[in-house]
């Protein structure tokens, strides 16, 4: 895991590669548990049999479901450490190219893209390609922002 530390340390590290996760298994389990979280029951995620008579051949997982795996691949990955405050403040781009079928493995590729001074402390662009074992395609690109706010 990379520790960054200090304002200067994760500025220079801006364009660098902070290395992958581990992999996660996505089971029927835990899509069906996003889809109570969510109220998203469309069969193509819910329905294991409907779904393998149909476009993709099994359930797959809801494109957020996979979006929303990002904090626990970025806490395998890295951390910013201080007291000070993270705030998610958004995403500039996500795009989900390829489905994930039921009982697939993922992990992401980060990298710190950008790296912004804003007067509370600063602005850090973070670049997740998530991957599906064995598949050429990425599940997810996701570029997050992340405000480090000093006291």
């Known amino acids: 895991m990379r520790i960054l530390s200090s304002r200067a340390e994760i500025a220079a590290a801006q364009g660098q590669d902070l290395g992958t996760s581990e992999w996660i298994e996505i089971t029927q389990d835990r899509i069906d548990a996003f889809a109570d979280a969510t109220g998203d029951h469309q069969w193509i995620h819910v329905d294991p049999e409907k779904a393998a008579a149909g476009p993709f051949g099994s359930t797959i997982a809801h494109g957020y479901l996979t979006l929303s795996l990002i904090p ?11 007291d000070g ?4 403040y958004g995403t500039n781009k996500v795009r989900f190219p390829e489905p994930v079928p039921v009982g697939s493995k993922l992990r992401a590729h980060v990298t710190l893209d950008e790296v912004t001074d804003i007067p509370a402390g600063q602005q850090v662009v973070i670049r997740y390609v998530v991957e599906i074992e064995g598949n050429e395609k990425p599940a997810c690109v996701a570029e997050t922002v992340v405000l480090l706010l000093e006291h």
Do not use: M
């Not at 806490?75 to 201080?82: C, D, L, R, Y």
């Not at 405050?85 to 998610?88: F, G, L, P, S």
């Open 72 to 82: 626990q691949f970025g806490s395998q990955v890295f951390t910013f450490a201080g």
């Open 85 to 88: 405050a993270r705030v998610n």
